[in-house]
Each structure stands twice: as structure tokens, then as C-alpha cells.
């Protein structure tokens, strides 16, 4: 799988620009302020819909025009994927894969996937824990719909609990129904990270210790408040220790 051309209409700094890539290694050259994180960033938002630098879309708008376009070419050994993106100033953004347009943005996941290195992945290590879930919630969506589907239902049925306790007459019968299904997507999306970390660690001891010519160790860790084992019966019983403080 490789990018085989990109081309960005009024996106950011560039008002046309066409590039053929090789199927191999890649290196753009240039001064300062130019626009080359500009196209790394239009390939990142290519595989997810969105900036690795920015949350408003506008913002990736060139200046005195209503919306962006950008247009990746993805090789693929049986058929070739054709991603096109109009990005428009009211936040609104329309997708088509091969022509056919895409409703929701995990339907673009995994078409081609992205491993993104750049100076604000220090954020990663230094700033909060959200950061690190994000990113394992990003690489992990890339390689399972079905962690993203459970992602996706986990957040919405939050939502929905917090509405619900909001209201000072709640239903507690529906509390409990809201509870459990928390729960099951929950230990869904739990267990998918362990593994995930589980194979980071398998790999990356090893990748590290070629870098450092077998100096340093590295290991990474998943800390949880919920005991990990029996995740779903434990989380259940967090929830609902927690009911007079939520």
C-alpha cells in the first residue's frame, strides 16, 4: 500500500498543487514555512478525516476562499482507492471513496492506515492521559472496525447516562440498562488495548534495544483504575459505587 498522488485546491498554504510519489521512500526538501507539513498533514487527514495539528477544519481553508479539496491516490495490490475530501468553512466535510460517498467517517478508516511522527506527539508523553488513550483509540480504530463500533457505542450511551443523571428525577431501571451496556463496551475496548499494548511491547523491547545497542530496556504499561481482571463485573461495580458522586 502507497500513495501514488496527492493533490491539494486552496488547502492551507497551497491554491493548486499536484504531487506524483514514488512507491518507495519519499523526502520533501524545502525552506522553512513552505508547506511540507502541510502535505504530510493532508495525508493524515486523507486516513482520518481530520488534523493532527488543528480540530477546526477552517482552519486548513486557504485564506479568501469558502472551502479545501484534497485528493489522494492509494496503490493497493487488488484495487486502488481514490479518497476526495471538500472541507468547507462551516465545519461540514463531504467524503467519496472511489466516488461513492462515505456517511460516516469510520467508514474511511482503514482504507489506507498512517502512522504519523511529529514534534506535538511529545504531548503524548508529557501532557494528560486522554492523549495516550487517543492515540491507541486512533491506531486501534485504523485496524478493527469493530474497536471503533465499540468505541463509537461507549461514548454515545455515556452521553446519554449523563443526560440521564442530569435529570433529578431519574429512572433508575434505566440507569442500570445504560450501566450495562457501558460495561460490555467497555471491557470490549479494554481487552482490545491490552492486546494492543501487549504487542507493542513484544515489538518495540526489541526495536529499542537495536537504537540503544541493548543499553536501555523499554516496556509500556496500561494503567487502569478498574482492576483489569474480570473487567466488566469490576467496572459495574465502580459505576455504581460512584452513583452519589455522578
Known sequence: MYIKSIMLVNYRNYENLQIKLSENVNVFIGDNVQGKTNVLEAVYYGAFAK????????????????????????????????????????????????????????????????????????????EAPNLRRKLLDMELSQINKKYYFNLVQYNKILNERN???????FNEDMLEIYDYQLAVHADYIISKRLEYIDKVNFYGKEIHKDITTEKENIEFKYSCNVNL??????????????????
Not at 163 to 169: G, P, R, V
Not at 236 to 245: G, Q, S, T, V, Y
Open 51 to 126: 488534523s493532527h495539528r488543528t480540530s477546526r477544519d477552517k482552519e486548513l481553508i486557504n485564506w479568501n476562499n469558502d472551502k479545501a479539496y484534497l485528493s489522494l491516490l492509494v496503490g493497493k495490490e487488488r484495487l486502488d482507492k481514490r479518497i476526495d475530501i471538500n472541507i468547507l468553512k462551516d465545519g461540514k466535510k463531504a467524503i467519496k471513496v472511489n466516488g461513492v460517498k462515505v456517511n460516516k467517517i469510520g467508514e474511511l478508516f482503514g482504507i489506507f492506515n498512517v502512522v504519523m511522527f511529529s514534534p506535538e506527539d511529545l504531548k503524548v508523553i508529557k
Open 163 to 169: 443526560m440521564l443523571l442530569k435529570n433529578n428525577a
Open 229 to 246: 481482571e474480570d473487567y466488566k463485573t469490576n467496572y459495574l461495580k465502580k459505576l455504581k459505587d460512584n452513583i452519589k458522586r455522578d
